[in-house]
């Protein structure tokens, strides 16, 4: 049991150290660019006791319980041999859920793999965006013509059963992993929908998933017209690239529409952002210990003055509400549609070594450059408008319509 208790104390020693002091933050999922060596961490091989703060409690002693239940697994366990990497995995796993901290998370190689393939540009699946850290997975937006939204998915909708098997009590991702799958094969959802008393059962089929991050096109009366999808690795050069291409036509104003982007890297919402913004703040980051970090407009933005309008709703989420906060607050551009989701609290996805998954572990919030704190609350739009089933049935866009009308009137 030597070598294995080794491995175990090196992967805690690190996890400690790389979740209170990496560097590098993104929003949704990604991995850190710095690393602090524990030799600069005073105090890390002991913990001071709650209730006497001169007491230190070594690790060696603090673990004692934990290695004398290993060892008696291993000695009256009915079934053996004992899978030693699945115990180690569970071990993590139950660490990060003692942080009662829904965003805080292990995942085993293949979820890690699964989680950080949609932001590299191509999937099989059904092309959702989710949240997995409520009591059940909920929908936050969908990719155009994407299978979910061609089955009729909606934003809110909450996956009770997958294939006939019920999510009760299921962690997330592991949700996560079963509605994704091979393309051309099928998973059936059942689903609870706000404002209907009965759960509905709908059967999409997986697609390969192509993700571009921008479309763009200039609309009628001279407006340009940017939809941007996710924040990707190829984001910023895609949407530098729209903006060059619009700008060609003259356009009276921009649309920049949020709307159903679940978000991506915080580097890309940077980026992004300051392609628009003139003033120097974008975001805040705010830690536990009341520490602020600040990120600033990155110099050479090539849309700053152009009259612009965001299009936002509730599947507007994490960076697309740093992009969307920082025009607000800023009064770059006026804010259109329905209110944001609330995704305002900074994860780092730290892979682990010898390719053993990664943890995800809430390191901040993030605040407007006004300091508002979005999580859990979203950001308001100027002008409220909400689209109802029938405008959606008749393609009636009325939010793009009023973006275009405030452009316009300009």
């Given at each position: ?7 175990m104390?090196?992967m805690?020693?690190?996890?400690l150290?790389?979740?209170l002091?990496?560097g ?5 999922l990604?991995?850190p ?7 600069s ?5 002991t913990l ?5 703060k ?8 603090l ?5 004398q239940?290993?060892?008696?697994v ?5 079934e053996?041999?004992v899978?030693?990497?699945k ?11 003692s ?6 998370s ?5 979820e890690y ?15 959702a ?21 061609q089955?009729?998915?909606k934003p809110?909708d909450?996956v009770?059963?997958v ?6 009590g299921i ?8 509605i ?6 099928e ?11 009965e759960?509905i059962v ?9 993700m571009?991050?921008v479309?763009?096109k ?8 940017i ?8 984001t910023t ?7 060059k291409?619009?700008?060609k036509e003259n356009p009276?104003g921009?649309?920049?529409?949020l709307?159903?982007?679940?978000g ?7 980026e ?8 120097d703040?974008?975001?805040y ?8 970090k600040?990120f600033?407009t990155?110099p050479g ?6 009259p612009m309008?965001?299009?936002?709703n ?9 992009v969307?906060g920082?025009?607000?607050d ?5 804010l259109?549609?329905?209110k ?9 996805w730290?892979?682990l ?5 990664a ?9 407007t450059?006004?300091?508002r ?6 950001l308001?739009p ?9 405008d ?10 009023k973006a ?7």
């Amino acid at each position: 049991m030597k070598p294995i208790r080794i491995i175990m104390y090196a992967m805690l020693a690190t996890l400690l150290v790389l979740g209170l002091f990496t560097g590098g933050v993104v929003v949704g999922l990604y991995i850190p660019d710095r690393i602090v060596s524990t030799l600069s961490l005073p105090g890390l091989n002991t913990l001071s006791s709650s209730t006497d703060k001169e007491k230190t409690i070594s690790r060696e002693e603090l673990f004692k319980p934990f290695w004398q239940a290993w060892d008696l697994v291993h000695q009256e366990f009915v079934e053996q041999p004992v899978n030693d990497e699945k115990m180690m995995q569970g071990a993590i796993r139950g660490m990060m859920q003692s942080l009662n901290d829904p965003h805080s998370s292990y995942m085993d190689p293949t979820e890690y793999q699964q989680m950080s393939d949609p932001l590299e540009g191509e999937y099989e699946g059904i092309g959702a965006v989710v949240d997995v850290t409520g009591d059940y997975v909920t929908f936050i937006s969908f990719f155009p013509n994407s299978p979910a939204e061609q089955a009729g998915l909606k934003p809110g909708d909450m996956v009770l059963e997958v294939n006939g098997k019920d999510m009760t009590g299921i962690d997330g991702n592991l949700v996560l992993k079963q509605i994704r799958g091979p393309a051309n094969t099928e998973v059936t959802l059942k689903l609870k929908r706000k404002d209907q008393d009965e759960p509905i059962v709908v059967t999409v089929k997986r697609a390969k998933i192509q993700m571009n991050s921008v479309e763009s096109k200039m609309l009628d009366g001279g407006i340009a017209y940017i939809d941007l999808l996710t924040f990707g690795e190829k984001t910023t050069d895609e949407m530098k690239t729209a903006i060059k291409t619009l700008q060609k036509e003259n356009p009276k104003g921009l649309i920049l529409d949020l709307r159903n982007n679940g978000g991506g890297f915080l580097n890309t919402a940077i980026e992004v952002a300051s392609q628009f913004m003139n003033s120097d703040v974008v975001m805040y980051e705010q830690y536990g210990n009341g520490e602020k970090k600040t990120f600033n407009t990155i110099p050479g933005g090539i849309a700053r003055d152009i009259p612009m309008v965001v299009l936002i709703n509730g599947g507007s989420a994490s960076a697309s509400e740093i992009v969307a906060g920082a025009l607000q607050d800023t009064g770059r551009a006026k804010l259109v549609g329905e209110k944001s989701y609330g995704k305002g609290s900074v994860q780092n996805w730290i892979p682990l070594d010898n390719e053993e998954g990664a943890v995800r572990i809430t390191v901040a919030r993030w605040l407007t450059p006004k300091e508002r704190q979005i999580n859990k609350k979203g950001l308001e739009p100027d002008i409220s408008i909400k689209l109802t089933d029938e405008d959606i049935k008749a393609r009636n866009d009325a939010q793009l319509k009023k973006a275009i009308e405030l452009l316009t009137t300009k």
